[in-house]
């Protein structure tokens, strides 16, 4: 049997020092009616063919495609050396470093981790990461319940639909109210945000850039926060927050993120990380595991798994969060990405993207019919108006090998129209000039 | 080890793209934009590699070392996985590419696989159903008591509170309490539930059960049918914490017998590595009556044999992941049941039972071990009169054996909780006996030397108090 | 070390020391001692008004916590703030330097136990 050792003289020899005579007997306590009604699964496949079968499963993904599809996820090239470090069996093979002495690689990457993230927020404090963006917005929010005392959050409609029902789903059962402040053109509508932070409010939370791919400045809208009691939370990109201005510039007390373009493949969902980083005085609402650096017996520097008496296991219902692990494999490949490509290798991504993008937007712009949703500025990442359903664009150009873009229709109103094009580094000027000749063949003969 | 950031220098590059014909600055305008960048590493590639080899040297792993941490299912996790997870025609695959046409046309592949893992668990665990969407083992058991709770609000049930065990891990009751239960615990008696002290906070007002099962002492539930039936009388479910599914793969279906809701680990059960931590992946399975809350979106198969996901099930719950959940990891899960096939599955299962017990034998005279019974996959012992696990576990660290689950479950003192797993082989199980035998003995004869131990480790005791107080979390926070 | 005579004492381990309509209250000794060394102690803030019995805060250690209930009935005028920085005091003197809320008394205390009481309570 595969990966199971035991010669059959040996399982002999075990099975006398136990005291019975078969496998079965092992199992006594499982009464002949508990048995199972049915286990017929295939019989087990050679290594070989195994690898085969999933080499055609894959074959039968569309992934042979130029894609200008975003929504929050990118594909960035990811240095090979992410993978080669990141998967040496020390890494990959060990569990949460419940014993520090012999953990200090996974706990001293969890540290520095947190450190890299709390230079890119601008915060003061992170935890190892969290299952991915939209648990991460929901923490934040239960955060903000605990610190506030309150149960209402205010959410901008420009933050990601998929993490709006996440957040959603998580607190159907929490007691609060969710107030979702509508979009204005794909822009947040700060005035009423601000209208509606009252005295109830836990938090308010905003996502720049956008889902539209609009940039903002919510400074202003934290300071009347804070005066209201309530904290500001704001998701960003990793990618663009290297260029961009930071939640701790804004005054947000809880920033955000899905940490997917810091060295994770898209891999159809995941699995990905949240990043999630606060102020100081908020560190003990923070859920989930947090590293810190102390000293051993001997005076050496080393790293432990601290305030731990947050957590389930000590503190059972009355935890800050049921989470139990992080995403550390994810939130290693974070950190190498972010050593391999250093504050100048993040930021010309950034650039290479918003350049890309324009030169983009230059050539679709100029298709007649098709202008852009908003006038706000972008990064790598915005949406235009389509003189015909996005949908059936997208549609028609990827069976030609390109997909222009994620038709925003499903999770907005009545705006059917509008697709969300995204460049980044990976873009040749020559796939853009094709992307713009084919949507403009199309538009032609389309309307 | 120095950190990344102590080796900075600045101007040293390691992979960066090519530089941009326009910076930031030159397209929007300067109140959008950080003041200045921040400040992550500058290094070459070489320092990259050598600083992570490096640190990958202070970890035990399951490459490395035997590693009997029970309740955690530290098996062999196979090569070939990562082969299967690293495949371009997933890794490439943009999960809202499922959205564009026909729901699903463009990702056939990856629906299939998770069209065929969902079936696959069915068929395991007897249960009618799966959602693959949780990201890990918590997550699946907030994802099972929202199911619960769905279920209980859609017939109009007023249920208040959880039930219980003493025994159970702690991210039951806090899964409970996120999903708007009280938690009602209830002591063990032997090891197992005690019908007695079920009965007496059984009322209409119950949702639901969480059971470990075989429990986290290691034992199997002889009271099981009894439970079922007392539960069904009150209209509770049964929920089936599969923490420890290593232990009955083909010896008992959790559906079969009358659960409920089950979440899985695959990266326990279905050897996905553990990576230090994450991501694991908690798939969820729901008898019939459950079905129709199930998060959303769901993979349906078609007549013609193609896969589609459809969201048209008014009753969801919601989303639980943002997408369809660890599909990475599900590659790996997925990969290991068919290499395994049922047969080698419950044979699995068999070689994880006869490891823990014949460990479980050879250390009776040198453990207390409090359960005179058969265990299932783990068992838990007591430290001798006279020392502590903490100090025993430190001791195993020195000779090169990860430590056992110390101090859990809670309701046994000085507790070690050994779980050897099927994959490994007698020579390791032997020499764990001898290794016991002998810190038992240099225990009893030098006390200080196992309160000095570990002393070959990478580092030593590390104060945890000092840490806590001072709270140095980030390099920043170290002046 | 022994319990003062002069305090009062609450089943769930904290202490009250009544000054006129003020009370002071800290966790006992054997409190802090069960404990281990304290690494954190969350209070009530200033205003907040506590029933008797109610959960006023939570004492963390490295691997346990313990939630805080006020023995007496009352509303907040004083918490000590040096715990924050320094929460070892309540390690080193629990009924001095390690007090944590002080109160204007809705009621006079009941139910409490005397010092020799506790000692008895504490050794069952």
């Known amino acids: 049997m595969p990966y199971i050792p035991h010669t059959e003289e040996e399982t002999r020899a075990m099975l006398d020092i136990v005291g019975v005579r078969t496998l079965d007997d092992l199992f006594a306590d499982i009464s002949p009616d508990m048995r199972p009604k049915s286990f017929s699964l295939p019989a087990g496949l050679s290594e070989m063919e195994v690898c085969s079968r999933l080499d055609s499963l894959a074959a039968a993904n569309h992934t042979n495609v130029v894609s200008f599809l975003g929504a929050g996820f990118y594909d960035h090239h990811i240095p090979k050396a992410v993978d080669a470090l990141s998967s040496r069996g020390e890494f990959l093979t060990a569990y949460t470093p419940y014993q520090p002495e012999v953990s200090q690689g996974t706990l001293q990457a969890i540290f520095e981790f947190q450190t890299a993230v709390c230079r890119l927020l601008d915060m003061d404090a992170a935890n190892a990461s969290v299952y991915d963006g939209g648990s991460a917005l929901f923490e934040a929010g239960m955060m903000a319940f605990r610190q506030t005392r309150r149960r209402k959050l205010v959410i901008d409609e420009c933050v990601n639909p998929i993490w709006r029902v996440m957040l959603s789903t998580y607190t159907a059962n929490q007691h609060c109210e969710i107030v979702i402040v509508p979009h204005k053109n794909g822009t947040s509508d700060k005035a009423a945000l601000k209208a509606a932070v009252d005295r109830d409010c836990a938090a308010v939370m905003v996502q720049n850039p956008g889902f539209f791919g609009s940039l903002d400045d919510y400074t202003e809208l934290f300071t009347h926060a804070r005066s209201q009691g309530a904290l500001g939370v704001i998701s960003v990109y990793p990618v663009m927050q290297s260029v961009l201005k930071t939640p701790g510039e804004m005054g947000a007390d809880i920033a955000v993120a899905d940490g997917q373009e810091l060295g994770m493949p898209l891999s159809f969902g995941g699995p990905y990380l949240g990043l999630m980083a606060c102020r100081r005085e908020l560190v003990r609402q923070m859920p989930g595991r947090i590293a810190g650096r102390t000293h051993d017996v001997d005076g050496k520097t080393g790293y432990v798994l601290t305030l731990q008496a947050r957590e389930q296991h000590i503190r059972r219902s009355k935890a800050t969060s049921n989470i139990c692990s992080n995403q550390a494999l994810c939130a290693l490949r974070a950190l190498i990405h972010m050593s391999l490509l250093g504050p100048e290798g993040l930021s010309r991504t950034a650039e290479l993207g918003m350049e890309n993008l324009r030169r983009a937007l230059d050539r679709l712009t100029s298709i007649p019919g098709v202008t852009m949703l908003n006038d706000a500025p972008f990064g790598n990442e915005a949406a235009i108006v389509l003189p015909m359903s996005a949908y059936e664009l997208a549609d028609r150009l990827t069976r030609k090998g390109y997909v222009p873009g994620f038709p925003v229709g499903n999770y907005y109103k009545n705006m059917d129209n509008v697709l969300l094009v995204t460049c980044t580094e990976k873009h040749s000027r020559e796939q853009i000039g094709i992307l713009c000749e084919m949507m403009a063949s199309e538009l032609r003969g389309g309307m | ?479 | 070390m022994s319990n003062p005579t002069n305090l009062l004492y609450a089943e769930s381990h904290e202490w009250v020391r009544v000054e006129g309509e003020e009370a002071v209250l800290g966790i006992t000794d054997h409190a802090q001692h069960a404990l281990g060394d304290i690494t954190y102690v969350e209070l009530p803030a200033v205003g907040d008004s506590l029933a008797a019995g109610q959960e006023m805060g939570v004492v963390e250690s490295v691997k346990a916590a313990s939630d805080l209930y006020s023995p007496v009935a009352g509303e907040v005028i004083a918490v000590n703030e040096t715990l924050n920085d320094t929460p070892e005091l309540v390690n080193q003197s629990p009924y001095d330097q390690g007090w944590m809320v002080r109160v204007k008394l809705a009621a006079q205390p009941a139910g409490l136990l005397s010092a020799a009481d506790y000692e008895k309570l504490c050794q069952e």
């Open chain 2, 1 to 479: 080890m120095k950190t990344l950031f102590e080796q900075s220098c600045p101007g040293r590059v390691g992979v960066i793209p090519r530089k941009p014909g326009k910076r930031a600055s030159d397209m929007l305008s300067a109140s959008l934009l950080r003041r200045e960048t921040p400040r992550l590493p500058e290094l070459s590639e070489l320092d990259v590699v050598r600083h992570f080899t490096g640190l990958s040297r202070l970890n035990y792993s399951v490459d490395g070392n035997f590693y009997p941490l029970g309740s955690c299912t530290m098996k062999y996790n196979a090569k070939f996985m990562e082969y299967a997870a690293g495949l371009s025609g997933f890794t490439a695959l943009h999960p809202l590419m499922a959205q564009l046409r026909g729901a699903g046309h463009y990702t056939q592949g990856a629906l299939q696989v998770i069209w065929e893992l969902e079936q696959q668990l069915c068929e395991i665990t007897g249960m009618k159903a799966f959602t693959l969407q949780p990201m890990a083992g918590a997550n699946g058991e907030f994802t099972g008591v929202m199911l619960i709770a769905a279920y209980h609000r859609d017939k109009g049930n007023r249920k208040t509170k959880i039930i219980i065990p003493d025994s159970a891990h702690g991210t039951n009751p806090a899964s409970a309490t996120l999903a708007g239960y009280d938690v009602v615990n209830i002591p063990s008696r032997d090891g197992i539930i005690d019908p007695e002290e079920l009965e007496a906070v059984l009322d209409d007002e119950v949702a639901a059960l969480m059971m470990t099962c075989p429990n986290t002492l290691g034992l199997f539930e002889n009271n099981l049918p009894h439970i079922v039936e007392k539960l069904r009388r009150v209209d509770a479910l049964l929920y089936y914490d599969g923490a420890n599914m290593n232990a009955i793969m083909g010896k008992m279906r959790v559906g079969d017998v009358g659960f409920d809701v089950v979440h899985l680990n695959l990266h326990k059960t279905f050897g996905t590595p553990h990576g230090g931590g994450g991501p694991g992946s908690g798939p969820v399975g729901v008898s019939e009556r459950l079905i129709p809350f199930l998060p959303v979106s769901r993979v349906e198969k078609q007549q013609d044999g193609s896969f589609v996901l459809s969201y048209d099930k008014p009753k969801s719950i919601g989303y639980i992941a943002p997408f369809y959940g660890n599909f990475g990891v599900f590659l790996k899960a997925y990969a290991y049941i068919l290499r395994l096939g049922g047969e080698g599955l419950r044979r699995a299962s068999e070689y994880a039972v006869l490891n823990a017990n014949y460990l479980r034998r050879k250390l009776e005279h040198t453990l207390n071990i409090p359960h005179e019974r058969l265990c299932m996959h783990e068992f838990v012992a007591s430290a001798p009169e006279g020392l502590r696990a903490l100090d025993i576990a430190k001791a195993m660290l020195d000779r090169g054996v990860h430590a056992p689950t110390v101090y859990f479950p809670l309701i046994v003192p000085e507790c070690l909780m050994f779980e050897p797993t099927e994959t490994e082989n007698k020579e390791t199980l032997d020499e764990l006996v001898s290794l016991l035998e002998e810190i038992i003995k240099t225990g009893r004869e030098n006390p200080q030397a196992l309160l000095d131990a570990p002393v070959h480790t990478p580092v030593r005791r590390l104060d945890e108090t000092a840490a806590a107080r001072r709270m140095i979390l980030t390099e920043d926070m170290a002046e």
